[in-house]
């Protein structure tokens, strides 16, 4: 009997907590923060030495901060110039990622729709907003840890706007952005998870996918044409690039296991709204297919929602590893 | 723990067909969960009422704009008139167990509800929001979880309360249930009554019937295995009153939820420990409204048998099983725990 006694209190304690861990996981952060201006201030370094490198002629670099004696960015920027003829590049190039002082400090995760945008639907009546922010209160959870700030666009079953989320994203000087969607696909016999960073597309699935997700985005085709031009000399997108193929390995190993049935969909670019707008490396990520029905029984598991979070929370971290390793390289 | 006139503990089972509340001043009722509004001046002068809530909301469904604002066992997403509606199912409850909201003496409201196994946090936390001003503190469980915890089978038992909008399985090892050790399926009555619906359209084109009706008969007539006799109902064909024999299409719909449920009973026991994997078969529990589906308890126990035996039982107060566990907990719970919770 007293073990009987023992066992409740045990369990009971159990369920407090997990009550208690829920009140505590949906604390409400502030949806604006005071702008940090050393971050601003290394993010307008990035892009001059972004521009200088790409060959802007010298009077346009010399506006800001680039005469700073301290910064790093330009005088690496200066060695380029003199040891090459003063033209224009007519093409962008690549750009050395060793050369930029990155490190990772604020993250913003982006639970796709919400509220009255309920995203894909599965027959079971789960819908993709659900999943989404299930996700992201668990990627937030499990990245308590990490000596980085996590910010969410939404904590809550809300309506907001995809230019919302993308000014959350500035206006926090986020390091990285990363939209959590969940697909639907046709064939339905398609499940895997795929990486999209910002970019052009002429596959028609993807085109398909682009129209659904931007669907409540405010922006006029001719916005999107000029938002898709500048980011080929966007320094960023090439960090997106990285960032997408790390979380989409990591992601594809790691939900694979025991589910040998799923696709690698890969890395892809497209031109997502929330992509275009935003000024940081940006990724966003179709975690799984509601379209299949094998996906939805997994999809219904808490096991299996932490079993994604744990790939993302892995790919965030093995891409922040990368940048702060090469900070320290270059220390 | 702590229990005086100041506290009133109450356990409550919201459900998607049926909503269930024990208190601990011994009052226990079941209603409907179905909340309707009067929808214009003259229906509101009939029914003379502002919202009629259970039974009674459905038997007048025809005056109302009438709500069944649990899906799956949680709110509805997206509306604003399916939270409302939560809130009055709530309220008439905690009504009904003798307590008055404006009341000066009222005493605090200690609530333990039971929720899908697997429900999402956002799903918990709207809820939350929903109970403010209805109990001073709340604490939700998985509805398994609780039947398990008023039976006091915390140890190697495998509970599955099969209600109208999700069968809920949970595994019971001495230690309150992680995620892992709990499952959710949308396989449930509701799935059984679109099933029956279809299946009767296919086989009488004709006969005119509604999903209330499809329900009536299901619980009045549900099985799996053999039949008992013929089931013979009576509804309109083409406007005339006929009787039909539904035998059939009654048991492939009520057996449809079989494999989904054997097959999650699989997942869950091979995850159990080996050693205690036949302690486990041997402590099956069944509960919540579906489960009264006559054969069902034998349907599983065979089922067993396939995998080395064992014995699956049903509780002997399906109905209240979950509101019952969820009282046992509300009173067991430490007034500092219930301080933790608080919705103040």
Redesign the interface.
């Known amino acids: 009997m007293a073990r009987v006694e023992q066992t409740k209190l045990q369990v009971l304690r159990g369920a407090v907590q997990d009550n208690f861990d829920i009140l505590h996981g949906i604390k409400t952060r502030p949806t604006t923060e005071t702008p940090r201006p050393l971050r601003h201030w290394l993010w307008g370094l990035l892009l001059i030495a972004g521009m200088v490198y790409l060959g802007t002629p010298a009077s346009m670099v010399s506006i800001g901060k680039a005469s700073a004696p301290s910064a790093p960015a330009p005088v690496v920027a200066s060695v380029r110039a003199a040891s090459e003829p003063d033209v224009m590049v007519s093409r962008p190039q690549p750009l050395n990622r060793e050369i930029f002082p990155l490190s990772l400090k604020r993250i913003v995760i982006d639970p796709g729709h919400g509220g009255v945008q309920t995203g894909a639907v599965a027959e079971s009546g789960l819908t993709e907003k659900e999943v989404t922010l299930d996700v992201a209160l668990r990627l937030r959870r499990l990245l308590t840890d990490a000596p980085f700030e996590v910010l969410l666009t939404r904590d809550s079953d809300k309506t907001l706007a995809l230019e919302k989320r993308v000014e959350f994203a500035n206006s926090n000087s986020a390091d990285l952005f990363i939209s959590i969607h969940v697909n639907w696909m046709e064939p339905r016999t398609i499940r895997g998870p795929e990486t999209f960073f910002v970019g052009p597309t002429d596959d028609p699935l993807t085109m398909k996918l682009v129209s659904m997700e931007n669907r409540d985005s405010k922006h006029s085709f001719v916005d999107l044409r000029h938002a898709l031009d500048k980011i080929y000399i966007d320094a960023r997108r090439n960090e997106s690039r990285t960032l997408a193929k790390t979380i989409q390995g990591q992601l594809y190993g790691f939900l694979k296991q025991g589910n040998a049935a799923l696709e690698n969909r890969g890395v892809k670019t497209a031109p997502f709204a929330v992509l275009m707008g935003t000024q940081m490396p940006a990724i966003l990520v179709e975690v799984s297919c509601l379209s299949n029905s094998e996906e939805v029984k997994l999809l219904t598991k808490g096991e299996y929602r932490e079993k994604i979070a744990l790939a993302l929370l892995d790919g965030i971290r093995s891409y922040a590893n990368n940048i702060n390793g090469l900070q320290r390289k270059g220390t | 723990m702590e229990e005086s006139n100041e506290n009133l503990c109450v356990g409550i089972d919201l459900g998607t067909s049926r909503s269930s509340i024990s208190a601990s001043n011994g009052e226990r009722y079941v209603i409907d969960s179905y909340v309707g509004w009067p929808v214009d001046m003259v229906a509101r002068k009939l029914v003379k009422k502002q919202v009629l809530v259970g039974r009674e909301a459905l038997d007048n469904r025809p005056m109302l704009e009438l709500r069944r604002p649990l ?2 066992g949680i709110i509805k ?2 509306s604003q008139k399916d939270e409302e509606a939560v809130q009055e199912i709530l309220r008439h409850l905690i009504a009904l167990v003798g307590l008055k909201q404006k009341s000066k003496n009222r005493p605090k409201v200690r609530a333990v509800i039971g929720v899908p196994a ?1 429900a ?7 809820l ?1 929001g929903v109970m403010e001003g209805i109990a001073d503190s709340v ?3 998985s509805e398994p ?1 609780a039947v398990a ?1 008023g039976m ?1 089978a ?2 190697h038992a495998l509970v599955i309360d099969i209600g109208a909008g999700t069968a809920d399985f949970c595994v019971m090892q ?3 249930p992680t ?2 050790d ?5 396989n449930a009555g509701d799935s059984i009554d679109d099933q029956l619906s279809k299946v009767v359209a296919e086989r009488y084109p004709d006969a005119q019937f509604t999903i209330h009706m499809i329900r009536a008969w299901k619980e009045k007539w549900s099985y799996v295995g053999q039949p008992q006799g013929r089931v013979m109902i009576t509804t309109p064909v083409k406007g005339k009153a006929t009787e039909l024999d539904i035998t059939d299409e009654l048991r492939v719909a009520c057996e449809s939820i079989l494999p989904p449920l054997t097959e999650t009973m699989l997942d869950l026991l091979s995850k159990v420990t080996p050693d205690y994997q036949e302690n486990v078969r041997n402590n099956v529990i069944l509960a919540g409204g579906t489960s009264l589906i006559a054969g069902l308890p034998e349907a599983v126990q065979k089922y067993l048998g396939e995998l080395g035996g064992g014995r699956a039982t049903i509780v002997k107060d399906p109905v209240f099983a979950g509101s019952d566990g969820g009282l046992a ?1 509300a009173r ?2 430490s007034p500092s ?1 219930w301080e ?2 608080s919705l103040v």
Do not use: H
Not at chain 2, 120 to 126: A, G, I, L, M, Y
Not at chain 2, 182 to 186: D, H, I, W, Y
């Open positions: 899906e799956r997403e997206g697997e999402f946090r956002v799903s918990k936390q709207r939350r604490m939700l469980v979880f915890y006091e915390l140890l001495g230690r309150y995620e892992e709990q499952r959710t399926l949308p907990i067991d719970a725990d933790k919770l």
